[in-house]
């Protein structure tokens, strides 16, 4: 088992606050922490579930070719051949790539994606929609974190990159997931007998950056899932797992369906001891 590139429960509970952080923009999509273990499992889901994991509306042509140009400036070329430059780019990369657009209603909606690791929702749904109906189903998320976020797509300038974690558990190695369903029911049925095997982490890594031609911006999802053993080696890991686990808003856990593999997990924490 390698050890897990992001351990975000390190630093608290979730919350609902944006908690975007600047990096060096030369770390925004290398090093590639899931290449070797999702890239070509990636390209099999982009063929074969195209119409479920790429989109692009009318209008994001310039976008989208300012956007792949980034990512093979950073990343290198696809692997393959690709029907769009957007799919092209996300060949080159674990991440998946989302463009929001500013529209002329002021409301940044989402216009082309390629999305193959979604973590419980529908490209299909999404497209389109402003932030407030990309974040609508989160408790608490409109207006104030929308409107936070909105600011902060006004304000960031090319050049700069910005990044945030996100995280659960799931019973299960699976990238390519668009509902939650299947999860519940297999955890629903796991015993507490070796919890600690039958549960990994998945950890978002999210970016955003704006666009210097277009003012588009794009942002990132890379997926990393690794055996909830891995992440938790010692003593010290599993305390701050339990911390975070406990800490999160309950409303919030709700929402992230943490209760349907809340016994689960404590049975995993008593046997990482």
């Not at 029907?83 to 209603?105: G, Q, R």
């Not at 990044?163 to 939650?180: C, D, L």
């Not at 891995?230 to 003593?235: E, F, H, I, V, Y």
């Not at 975070?244 to 209760?259: F, H, R």
Request: proline residues 10%.
């Amino acid at each position: 088992m390698r050890r897990p590139p992001y351990l975000p429960f390190l630093n608290g509970p979730l919350s609902l606050a944006p908690g975007l952080k600047p990096i060096p923009p030369e770390t925004w999509l290398t090093p590639d922490t899931e290449a070797e273990t999702w890239l070509p499992a990636k390209h099999i889901v982009m063929r074969s579930h195209r119409g479920e994991v790429y989109g692009a509306r009318a209008g994001s042509e310039a976008a989208v070719q300012e956007a792949a140009a980034m990512v093979h400036a950073a990343a290198g070329p696809g692997q393959g051949d690709w029907l769009s430059p957007l799919e092209a780019a996300a060949s080159a990369v674990s991440d998946d790539l989302c463009i929001l657009i500013k529209a002329n209603d002021g409301l940044w909606r989402l216009e082309a994606a390629s999305l193959c690791a979604p973590t419980f929702w529908l490209l299909a749904e999404k497209l389109g929609e402003p932030l407030g109906g990309l974040h609508g189903p989160v408790p608490g998320a409109n207006p104030g974190m929308v409107e936070r976020i909105h600011r902060m797509f006004d304000a960031l300038r090319p050049g700069q990159v910005l990044e945030r974690f996100n995280w659960t558990v799931q019973p299960g190695e699976a990238r390519f997931t668009p509902s939650q369903a299947p999860f519940r029911q297999i955890a629903a049925a796991l015993p507490e007998t070796g919890a600690l095997d039958a549960l990994w982490l998945r950890v978002e890594r999210q970016t955003i950056r704006k666009l210097a031609d277009t003012g588009a911006v794009m942002f990132t999802i890379r997926v990393a899932v690794d055996p909830l053993r891995a992440a938790l080696p010692d003593a010290a890991h599993v305390d701050a797992f339990r911390a975070a686990w406990e800490g999160i808003d309950p409303v919030l856990a709700g929402y992230k369906g943490w209760p349907h593999y809340d016994r689960l997990v404590r049975a995993a924490l008593a046997g990482a001891r």
